[in-house]
């Protein structure tokens, strides 16, 4: 087993840069350079199926043809017959597996579980595996399956005539005063239709897995953004205890939502290493992850906005619908920007899902607040032109003080402050109001504004932290890092509270059998866990300094002192009097190997259940409204597009973006997140759709040829102004959440620059040239 | 002999000779993977279509996941796990990527790497815009691009001066 490790390395800038005034990189709010990046950059670092074991066998899947209807038959002769099969697994061989609690945690109906398909409700369905002693030799005999179909008619997608209204989701509805008459009766209306297509996490690590079992214990290597969560799955399809499951993720390839279920190809691996008795690895296949799982849902929304002749607003309504899957829900909740971006007295949002033969869809990076925001930031827009007010001003017209929908200030809301120092970064002040009116050549130039917001979602974590014999310092957890920068926010807690270099901190995470974490989504993961480091650290500290100053065999013990003081590494007193020594010397003369303290910050009372519940199920999550405040990430984005006129090209030049994600843990990775989901928002503005073939429900584009994701190529130079303040409602050491902020909006600054620059509203993203042309 | 009878094949990888038994349909990325634990090459696609698996043979940049093993024999294979000197000392690249935090999860790193030595060798580093033009065919999600570039441009200045 590899023992994963960081250390920081000597030689790493030990001070922050100016903006951080005096803060140490080694500490928390310092710009630490990634303590995993050696290991990244010299290809050291093994992800999940990098393992090598002895008896390794190959899986590979094969999936329908077909998007609805029924396998009539499976002819696995050839494929079994093919050199080095050692298994071909169908719905007829599978060992019966459980259901498992969902996500929730609500309790699963007792019915078994097959993750290969009889009934087929979408094209890309599991329906059998091969496992082969190589991969060449499963991928060949995968080709031999032959599979015979009764097919059905399928409902393709949204624009599909069959799809209907679908199902109205009453948890969705949002409202007070009387939207509709408002809007009905207001000077100025606008309403209009905005479209998002289904769009793909596309992380570079393809999903995968490397399943072994030892009598009923089960290991499974997996890229994991929930490692408790995905292991009390495993253990539940196969009726074992949960500590027999141990799910081991130091490195994933890039989540964004995709990585926080265990999915049915886990399932078929699990099984098959069962059944053979031997480890199996099972990698999805590039094609195969537009399928293996869900991406975002296709999304329409109509918005009205009703206002007076002064762009104030007077009345919201809101309608949305996403697709879901034949027999899954997936709600994408399409006004949760809508309801608190703007002050208004009036408001109605709604929202339907309909059934269409797809996968069912997941999260991907701010689900429901990304397409939330490409109707009401467009809709704001729109509203601007139509009453001839700058689009910035109108934001600040019609600005939240208070959260509309909760009725509850805000704990940080720094929106204006991001407006501000955005405009002025951007030379807003320069634009000239009209569309097609500035221009470059044959180039026409256009400057757009949109604003994003994500809640501050918040949860409990543990850690353990060790000081050991050598003074150094160890951090346990089974949260994760897939790039947010865990391991070293973390190693900067420990370090600011213990008293040592961050390169005396080792961090390990992303195993099972760690201190427990929750799910690793929802921009929750920093804020919870510096939280629980802190707790656990300052636990030691307290151990450390107790043992110096009343243990017989310590140097401190003669001084009689209060407290004592830990810095670098060393002990002193703090008046200067007396010894200093350092932490290995202390632990050595008070004959100790080390000192161990566990921290969660679970409340008091919590039984072994609730904390159970708290790590493995998201039911436990607390409201971002809960309390006295309403707490949000904010953020302001400028963006310079050109538009070829003759061909209708669209580039984005330039992008400033002010963003408030409260205190920053580590400024220089937090830039870096944020600027990663504003580059994701411009792929989307522009370039990402899935294209839905209407004969077959299949999806076309399913590799990163042809699903397009933006490039090296298409993206320039992207400032980041941070303008977030310490929120102490947010979480312990006062952050909110950056990883999803940083793309909402994106999209429709993009669509409101395209229109000041061509005069043209697109509506439906991507913003492709034929729209333009 | 037959396509799926495996043959010995001898790679030059990083200035070391390895041997091995395989398939002459194996690709040379799953000979460095599977075959011989050099794992620090990614496959992100397996069809040509994102870079993640890019080595340099002979120099050149080349996509691990479209060369068969048995076409790279007798040729001088470099991957990232060659790239750092025999005493541990990162590249100037790697170096440039670490301090402009080019990467976050770090699956399309080592291609990103090894694209940036081989766009700084042909000399196709010279301007930001070049750069984003020479790197186009190594995605990341994680959308590091600009801090991608930075290091780039950072590790050229350093091979010039």
Known sequence: MTVHEFRTRPGDAKRGDASDGAVLADQVGGRLSRVDGPAKITGAAKYAVEQRLEGLTHAVLVESTIAAGRVRSIDTAAAEASAGVLLVLTPDNILPLRTATDWLGTPPPDVAYCPLARDITFSGQHVAAVVAESFEQAVAAAALVKIAYDEALAIVDLSDPKAGDGIPVDAMTKEWGEAETAFASAPVRICNAYNTPREYQAPMEPHGLIAKWQGDQLTVWEPSQWVDGMARTYAEWFGVPFENVRLVSPYIGGGFGSKAFAYGYGAVAAVAAKMLGRPVKLAVTRPQTFTAYGGRAATRQTVALGADRDGKIQSIVHRGVNETSVDGMWVEPLGSVTSVMYATPNFSSRQNVVRVNTVVPGALRAPGENPSAFGIESAIDELAYEVGIDPLEIRLRNYAEQDPHAKKPWSTRQLREAFAAGAEAFGWSKRSPEPRSMRDGNQLIGWGVAAGTYPVRRAYGEAVVRILAGGSVEVESSSIDMGQGTYTILAQTAAEVVGVPAENVVIKLGDSRYARAGVTGGSRLAGVMTGAVHKAASAALDQLIGLAISDPASPFHALQANTLVVADGRIASPRGNGPEVSIAELLRSVGREHIEAKGDTMPANSTVEDRYKNYTTIAMALPHTEGDYSRYSWCAHFIEVRVDEDFGTVRVSRVVSALDSGRLYNPKLAESQWKGGIIMGIGQALLEEGIVDRRYGRIVNNNLADYLIATNADIPDIEVISVGIPDPHSSVLGGKGVGELGIVGVAPAIANAVFHATGKRVRDLPITLEKLI | ?161
């Open chain 2, 1 to 161: 002999m037959t396509s799926k009878t495996p043959t010995p094949i001898q790679l030059q990888i990083n200035g070391h000779r390895h041997e091995l038994e395989a398939e002459p349909r194996v690709t040379l990325l799953d000979a460095l993977r599977d075959h011989l634990g050099l794992t620090g090459t990614k496959k992100g696609c397996d069809q040509g279509q994102c870079g993640a698996c890019t080595v340099h043979i002979d120099g050149q940049r080349v996509l691990a996941c479209l060369t068969l093993a048995a076409q790279a024999e007798g040729r001088a294979i470099t991957t990232i796990e060659g790239l750092a000197g025999e005493d541990g000392a990162l590249h100037a690249v790697q170096a440039a990527f670490l301090e402009q935090d080019a990467f976050q999860c770090g699956y399309c790193t080592p291609g990103q790497i090894m694209s940036a030595v081989a766009c700084i060798r042909e000399g196709h580093a010279g301007s930001d815009e070049e750069i984003r033009e020479y790197m186009a065919g190594n995605l990341c999600r994680c959308g590091a691009y600009p801090h991608i570039v930075a290091a780039v441009r950072q590790a050229a200045v350093e091979a010039t001066s």
